[in-house]
């Protein structure tokens, strides 16, 4: 099953890759401006062998040190557009749900998305606990008629 902290990293790499912009996933003591962090929660519904999750993820956009809206106002417009189009994570296609952008209550500029997607329990990467048998071997013999 991917965990909250493997897609926080991934989209975080993601993200500083697409935006050439620092982006972490969690919080940071001593962080480099201009920079973004990442967090995500999120619920697990079970049954019938496979779960179904909401994620909620936000991205909380840090343009100065000073933290001055109008440049954080460029950052969020730049993650903005990072996440609209989708991105792959973890060996798999997501595309948010909603995208909102905001300011929380320290004036902070923020996008938040949802994600909601099927996985399997289990280990990472969405393997279960137990391997399926293999479901035996499948042989092709092609004939043809030779026309006369």
């Given amino acids: 099953m991917i965990g909250l902290a493997e897609l ?11 935006t050439r912009i620092a982006a972490f996933a969690g919080r940071m ?18 049954g019938a ?24 106002l460029r950052l969020l417009d ?15 296609r ?3 749900n909603e995208v909102e952008s905001c300011l929380n209550g320290k004036e902070l500029p923020q996008v938040r998305f949802s994600l909601s997607f099927y996985d399997t ?10 391997e399926a048998p293999p479901m035996g ?4 013999r092609v004939e043809a008629k030779k026309e006369e």
């Fill in 8 to 18: 926080a990293g991934g989209l975080a790499e993601y993200l500083t890759a697409r």
């Fill in 94 to 96: 997501f595309c948010p």
């Fill in 121 to 130: 329990p289990g280990r990472e990467g969405g393997e279960g606990e137990d």
């Fill in 49 to 72: 062998g496979q779960v179904e999750r909401s994620v909620t993820v936000t991205l909380t956009c840090y343009g100065s040190r000073r933290r001055e809206r109008e440049e954080g």
């Fill in 29 to 46: 003591e001593t962080p480099s401006y201009p920079c973004c962090l990442i967090e995500a929660a999120g619920k697990t519904r079970t």
């Fill in 137 to 140: 071997e499948l042989r092709l």
């Fill in 78 to 92: 730049l993650m903005e557009d990072a996440v609209i189009g989708g991105f792959t994570l973890c060996g798999r």
